[in-house]
């Protein structure tokens, strides 16, 4: 007998019906096993299954079924209860998209080193104590999430990425960045919000790709005199020196987004793990003293897309 709730079950039959390509089952942390009933569904190409930013669910195993959906291109299971992956994920062969996003991981697993193929890997928020030496053989890889696990710095292999374009690092326990991010070189886009970095280093401002970085709550206490990226077109941060702040503003950037410096307090309280969606009283208090937009900025940057919340009104600045 099925233990998938009657909720779900409609979910599913509705897509088997109307023959979707999609389905997505997020947000339903009553989920404690795997939906069986989506393995019908063979002209899935992206499924998302999992709980909340409230609350994960108790799914703990991925079914070796999986391996019937052929088709699948795009593959989450997040917010979890997930430490192994089967084999079956490695005859998935066009899977291109795989987010483990707030499971129980405390090294990628040895199913992930094999699927070399991978253009979209998310493993953020998860208890990582290690990572693999050789990144290298991700040849594709164009975007990584590794948020939320603690790093006390970036792992050395993530720079022997050379397509990479995004890269989110954000709640960990960096301190630096490292000289090495000039290896990459495709990179548009940085995600180091939540860290302890208090140096922006020349390297990052020249590479010749960059188009956004996001470093707000560090505390960043200076940065380069010059930006000779000409490709920069947003750059957020918080920073506690007011001729930093002036030469930020006066710099060629679409978008310059600079706060004031926020309390220092460290990043692992694991904030990334109470993060909720979509409520407004959980971003944090520093961000909201500086305004609407710095929280529009937030929650877009945390793809929070569509809150349904008025945040002009919710918040009485």
Same mark, same amino acid.
């Given at each position: 007998?099925?233990?998938?709730?009657?909720?779900?079950?409609?979910?599913?039959?509705?897509?088997?019906?109307?023959?979707?390509?999609?389905?997505?089952?997020?947000?339903?942390?009553?989920? #404690? !096993?795997? +939906? *069986?009933? &989506?393995?019908?569904?063979?002209? $899935? =190409?992206? /499924?998302?299954?999992? @709980?909340?930013?409230? %609350?994960?669910?108790?799914?703990?195993?991925?079914?070796?079924?999986?391996?019937?959906?052929?088709?699948?291109?795009?593959?989450?299971?997040?917010?979890?209860?997930?430490?192994?992956?089967?084999?079956?994920?490695?005859?998935?062969?066009?899977?291109?998209?795989?987010?483990?996003?707030?499971?129980?991981? #405390? !090294?990628? +697993? *040895?199913? &992930?080193?094999?699927?070399?193929? $991978? =253009?979209? /890997?998310?493993?953020? @928020?998860?208890?990582? %104590?290690?990572?693999?030496?050789?990144?290298?053989?991700?040849?594709?890889?164009?975007?990584?999430?590794?948020?939320?696990?603690?790093?006390?710095?970036?792992?050395?292999?993530?720079?022997?990425?050379?397509?990479?374009?995004?890269?989110?690092?954000?709640?960990?326990?960096?301190?630096?960045?490292?000289e090495e991010i000039a290896n990459l070189k495709e990179l548009k886009e940085l995600? $180091?919000?939540?860290?302890?970095?208090?140096?922006?280093?020349?390297?990052?401002?020249?590479?010749?790709k960059i188009e956004k970085m996001n470093l707000l709550c560090n505390p960043v206490k200076s940065i380069p005199e010059v930006i000779?990226?000409?490709?920069?077109?947003?750059?957020?941060?918080?920073?506690?020196?007011?001729?930093?702040?002036?030469?930020?503003?006066?710099?060629?950037?679409?978008?310059?987004?600079?706060?004031?410096?926020?309390?220092?307090?460290?990043?692992?309280?694991?904030?990334?793990?109470?993060?909720?969606?979509?409520?407004?009283?959980?971003?944090?208090?520093?961000?909201?003293?500086?305004?609407?937009?710095?929280?529009?900025?937030?929650?877009?940057?945390?793809?929070?897309?569509?809150?349904?919340?008025?945040?002009?009104?919710?918040?009485?600045?």
């Amino acid at each position: 007998m099925s233990n998938t709730p009657g909720n779900i079950l409609k979910k599913i039959e509705k897509a088997q019906e109307e023959q979707s390509k999609e389905l997505y089952l997020y947000w339903h942390p009553e989920l #404690t !096993e795997f +939906p *069986e009933e &989506v393995f019908a569904l063979e002209q $899935l =190409e992206v /499924l998302r299954v999992g @709980g909340s930013f409230e %609350e994960n669910c108790t799914i703990e195993i991925i079914p070796d079924e999986i391996k019937s959906l052929k088709n699948l291109k795009e593959f989450h299971l997040g917010f979890a209860q997930l430490t192994i992956l089967p084999d079956a994920l490695l005859e998935l062969p066009h899977l291109k998209i795989l987010g483990l996003t707030r499971n129980l991981f #405390t !090294e990628v +697993p *040895e199913q &992930v080193m094999k699927m070399t193929a $991978l =253009e979209n /890997l998310s493993l953020a @928020g998860n208890l990582l %104590e290690s990572f693999p030496e050789d990144m290298s053989i991700f040849t594709e890889l164009h975007s990584l999430d590794i948020s939320g696990n603690d790093f006390a710095e970036i792992p050395a292999s993530v720079f022997q990425l050379s397509k990479l374009e995004e890269l989110y690092a954000n709640f960990n326990l960096l301190t630096a960045i490292p000289e090495e991010i000039a290896n990459l070189k495709e990179l548009k886009e940085l995600y $180091l919000m939540y860290n302890e970095i208090s140096e922006i280093p020349e390297a990052l401002l020249k590479l010749p790709k960059i188009e956004k970085m996001n470093l707000l709550c560090n505390p960043v206490k200076s940065i380069p005199e010059v930006i000779t990226s000409s490709s920069l077109q947003s750059m957020a941060l918080n920073i506690e020196d007011e001729e930093a702040k002036v030469m930020m503003n006066d710099m060629k950037i679409g978008r310059a987004l600079v706060y004031g410096m926020r309390e220092p307090s460290q990043a692992s309280e694991r904030y990334f793990k109470q993060i909720q969606y979509p409520k407004i009283n959980n971003v944090p208090k520093e961000i909201i003293r500086q305004g609407t937009q710095a929280i529009k900025e937030f929650m877009l940057d945390l793809n929070l897309e569509d809150t349904s919340v008025d945040i002009d009104e919710e918040i009485n600045l």
